[in-house]
Nanobody, 129 residues
Framework: QVQLVESGGGLVQTGGSLRLSCAAS????????MGWFRQAPGKEREFVAG????????NYGDSAKGRFTISRDNAKNTVALQMNGLKPEDTAVYYC??????????????????????WGQGTQVNVSS
């Protein structure tokens, strides 16, 4: 059974940085795409970034481009989201997600919630103005 556990959330001022981490267990994750999503109060869950476990190919949502970086550590079975230049509108619960994939489809294909089979419990990020 795949388990995902997020950590690293907290309170930061506008312009600050946070690094979220997702510890993954229960599978080899070869062939998986790992993703980060976020959900602010009253809003739908939004795609932030994704990374293919094998190749490291990445994909970003519009809100993350140029500010956030997703990475994975195959040896430690972790996925990280480095967030720089944080804004109040980045305030949300951030979720790690995983899905086994068709290797013929690009990483960018996996950018909606229904495509992911496994989810963590989320970590809260608050950005103060």
């Amino acid at each position: 059974q795949v388990q995902l556990v997020e950590s690293g959330g907290g309170l930061v001022q506008t312009g600050g940085s946070l690094r979220l981490s997702c510890a993954a267990s229960g599978s080899t994750f070869s062939g998986y795409v790992m993703g980060w999503f976020r959900q602010a109060p009253g809003k739908e869950r939004e795609f932030v970034a994704g990374i293919r476990w094998n190749s490291g190919t990445t994909n970003y949502g519009d809100s993350a481009k140029g500010r956030f970086t997703i990475s994975r550590d195959n040896a430690k079975n972790t996925v990280a989201l480095q967030m720089n230049g944080l804004k109040p509108e980045d305030t949300a619960v951030y979720y790690c997600a995983a899905t086994s994939t068709n290797e013929r489809l690009p990483t960018s294909y996996y950018s909606t919630t229904w495509q992911y089979d496994y989810w963590g419990q989320g970590t809260q990020v608050n950005v103060s103005s």
